[in-house]
């Protein structure tokens, strides 16, 4: 069994302080799973709006709900957009009124795009779940590369085979092309989707051109762009905007655009094997965008942003985090160096700290103010024990 203890307490937090949570992320990456250690779905106060049932128990939703006590769960919330307005109501109800009223809301959307209406801006705080990452599965080398090639959702890392992952994936995309993405109201034929879709993992960590897409799809520029944010919006995609300031240089102002499951990624690039991966063209992107994603997961900074400049020098993230500046270089090689561009990102970002992650075993300096850094070394280590205690 996989221990995502820590992603249950964070959740726990938050209903220990909020009316209301907005439990966001991709089908099938245990958000359900999760909903359950606090309310069990046989209970009344558990709602699968996929399930006509549950759909008919809310066709009077402010009778129906407004006569609960305690937590309400409410799965897969955009397909009842409207609900968002009764959701509203209750949640501004004075304590003394109702005084234990909480909504756990678990969508496959970013909220903006499930709730069209009605916004419940300032009334839920929301809590992004993610497939698995390296602090769940373990850094030996076997899970490691098993999350690199099958990606984080659940039933594809936990799959006994590759073979049977890949399939798994292959159907999930199928799914999510042909149902998911029109019960959003995001109306794309789904073959068209699916073209865009491979073009952007072959394009997978570049600077994002909307013009030869456009191109090679026989349609707009505003459409394609259309395309990308429903990707984005339903956690497929990660759009890295670019940071840039009156810093006296010609810097890039697209965003670095990169497909946010590894194993998505491979499936689409028709790789099922980590020895296909490992002689595929594409390896070392693939093994930037995962090392991305799991600084991200781990660090969880205040905001994110790539970097470059005209004249060639750029850094894959750029990490703020209160008053701190931190930049990371992802490269998968035996033992990294300090370059040129690395410099001046240091100088011209006024880096606190520069870590190049890569897929080694060690760490090390680099120069003044930079390190290489292991993948693993990032997760968050147990405490020491005393000295002199068993």
Request: proline share 2%; net charge positive.
């Given at each position: 069994m996989i221990d995502r203890s820590e992603l249950q307490?964070?959740?726990?937090?938050?209903?220990?302080?909020?009316r209301a949570v907005e439990l966001v992320g991709p089908r099938q990456v245990g958000k359900t799973t999760l909903a359950r250690a606090f309310v069990d779905t046989a209970s009344p106060n558990y709602f699968d709006l996929e399930s006509p049932a549950a759909?008919?128990?809310l066709a009077e939703p402010m009778a129906a709900l407004g006569a609960l006590d305690g937590l309400v769960v409410i799965d897969e919330v955009q397909h009842m957009p409207a609900l968002c307005e009764v959701l509203r109501v209750l949640i501004d109800r004075p304590t003394h009124i109702h005084r234990k009223g909480q909504y756990l809301l678990l969508?496959?959307?970013n909220p903006s795009a499930m709730h069209k209406t009605e916004s419940l801006l300032g009334r839920a705080v929301t809590l992004e779940v993610t497939g698995f990452n390296l602090n769940e599965v373990g850094t030996d080398d076997t899970a490691a590369q098993q999350l690199w090639l099958r990606g984080g959702f659940p039933d594809a890392f936990l799959e006994p085979a590759d073979t049977a992952s890949?399939?798994?994936r292959d159907a999930t995309m199928q799914r999510y092309l042909y149902s998911d993405l029109p019960q959003l109201g995001m109306n794309v034929a789904a073959p068209m989707m699916l073209r865009f879709w491979q073009m952007v993992a072959h394009g997978h960590g570049q600077v994002w051109n909307a013009a030869p897409l456009a191109r090679s799809l026989g349609i707009s520029e505003?459409?394609?762009?259309r395309y990308l944010d429903h990707l984005t919006?339903?956690?497929?995609?990660?759009?890295?905007?670019?940071?840039?300031?009156?810093?006296?240089?010609r810097q890039v102002k697209a965003p670095k655009v990169y497909l946010r499951d590894s194993?998505?990624?491979h499936t689409l690039l028709g790789v099922h094997t980590l020895a296909q991966l490992l002689a595929h063209p594409q390896c070392g992107a693939s093994w930037t965008g995962f090392a991305l994603e799991q600084v991200l997961r781990i660090a969880r900074p205040d905001s994110a942003w790539s970097w470059a400049t005209h004249a060639g020098a750029s850094l894959d993230l750029l990490m703020l985090k209160g008053t701190q500046r931190i930049g990371v270089e992802?490269?998968?090689a035996d033992a990294p160096k300090l370059t040129p561009s690395m410099r001046i990102a240091q100088r011209d970002l006024k880096l606190d700290a520069l870590y190049v992650v890569y897929p080694g075993a060690h760490r090390y300096p680099l120069g003044e103010g930079a390190e290489a850094v292991p993948l693993w070394a990032l997760l968050p280590q147990p405490p020491q024990k005393p000295q002199g205690t068993a």
């Open positions: 307490n964070r959740l726990s937090q938050l209903l220990n302080t909020f759909r008919r128990r969508g496959s959307a890949s399939t798994w505003t459409t394609v762009r919006q339903t956690f497929m995609v990660r759009q890295l905007q670019p940071w840039y300031e009156n810093l006296g240089k194993g998505l990624l992802f490269r998968r």
